[in-house]
Structures are given as C-alpha cells and as structure tokens.
C-alpha cells in the first residue's frame, strides 16, 4: 500500500544514504527503512505487516525486502507481501529526490 504524496521530509544526502542497502530513521514518530537497491531508494515502514518484526535486519533480494522472523517478503514498489500470507501489504512511502537530498512523503 503506498500512502498519498502531499507531506514531504527532507531525510538526508543521497550520498550519503546510498552507502547502505537499508537505513534505519526515525521520522516525525514513525520508523522507516529507506532501501538503496538496484539504483533507487524505496522507503517503507520498519515492522513488518505479520507480527510486528523488525524488518531492519531482512535481506533484501529482487526488489523484495524479507521479514528474518517468519520469511515472508514485500514488494519494494506497491508493498504486497508474497503469496501464501494473511497479513496485510508493507506501507510503502513516496521518494524523491531533489538539491541532492532524499525527501520521503507520510502524507
Ligand atoms: S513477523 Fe514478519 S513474517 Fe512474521
């Protein structure tokens, strides 16, 4: 599930946060992994939809970030979660980039 466009934080440096497969921030109250994988970021919330597992320490393979409790995975880009799976999708969050800084919308 990706949330609307219309409230956008500046987050950090491009440069910077592509020095990581996977930043941990802490933005305006909620937890976010923003996920430099194959040439783009993906921003998506850190507990995962199942048992509330933090996703932080998952693998990301195949624009797929997965849960290392009960190995489901998310799509990067619309958040769904792999078949099989009652939960609900990842919350995906809005990216841009602009003046060389990463801005992510919780709008
Ligand atoms: S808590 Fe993530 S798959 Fe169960």
Known sequence: ????????????????????TTNRLRVENLDILLIW????????ERACPHELADLAP?????GRIHCPHHRASFDLTD???SPGWSCGGLIIYPVRIQDEQVWISLA
Do not use: D, P, Y
């Open 58 to 62: 998952g693998k990301v393979i195949g």
């Open 79 to 81: 958040g769904s979660v």
């Open 1 to 20: 599930m990706t949330v609307g466009e219309g409230h956008w934080v500046a987050v950090g440096e491009t440069n910077s946060l592509r020095q990581r």
């Open 37 to 44: 994988h194959s040439g783009q970021f993906h921003a998506c």
